[in-house]
């Protein structure tokens, strides 16, 4: 079982964004950027294209409502998407806040914040996950 299915299982915690009966979203632990969110299916699944058509369909509707309500908590320009899967034996889609391209460099280092502010977020997000 991969990390990310303890995670969508609650076995282990996450800041969690969003969750449907297929998918979860829960803040990334070493964030590009305040509000940097991880989307996954709840099955577990190595690689996004190994997902059948109707749930990869599923997951980027799932991941857009994330994504607008990620948009509404956190300032930014647009919200990023990338599917990069070498990290996490487990289908995932980053959504990043952004205001310019150079925001998405996976390259960069981490943010380290506090997890009052973490949780805080999460919650903010939550909420307005579920107002859509």
């Given at each position: 079982m991969s990390i990310f299915s303890k995670i969508?299982?609650?076995?282990?915690?996450?800041?969690?964004?969003?969750?449907?009966?297929k998918f979860y979203a829960f803040l990334d632990i070493n964030p590009l950027?305040?509000?940097?969110?991880?989307?996954?299916?709840?099955?577990?699944?190595?690689?996004i294209f190994d997902l059948d058509d109707a749930t990869l369909?599923?997951?980027?509707?799932?991941?857009?409502?994330v994504a607008t309500?990620?948009?509404s908590v956190v300032p930014c320009t647009k919200v990023g998407m990338a599917?990069?899967?070498?990290e996490v034996p487990h289908a995932h889609i980053h959504l990043i806040p952004i205001r310019e391209?150079?925001?998405m460099d996976f390259r960069k280092p981490k943010l380290q914040l506090p997890a009052e502010e973490m949780q805080a977020l999460a919650e903010q997000i939550y909420a307005a996950f579920q107002q859509q």
């Open positions: 969508a299982a609650g076995e282990i915690p996450s800041y969690k964004c969003a969750e449907s009966e950027a305040k509000g940097h969110t991880l989307v996954i299916p709840r099955e577990e699944v190595d690689y369909a599923e997951m980027h509707v799932f991941a857009k409502h309500a990620l948009r599917v990069i899967g070498l391209e150079g925001d």
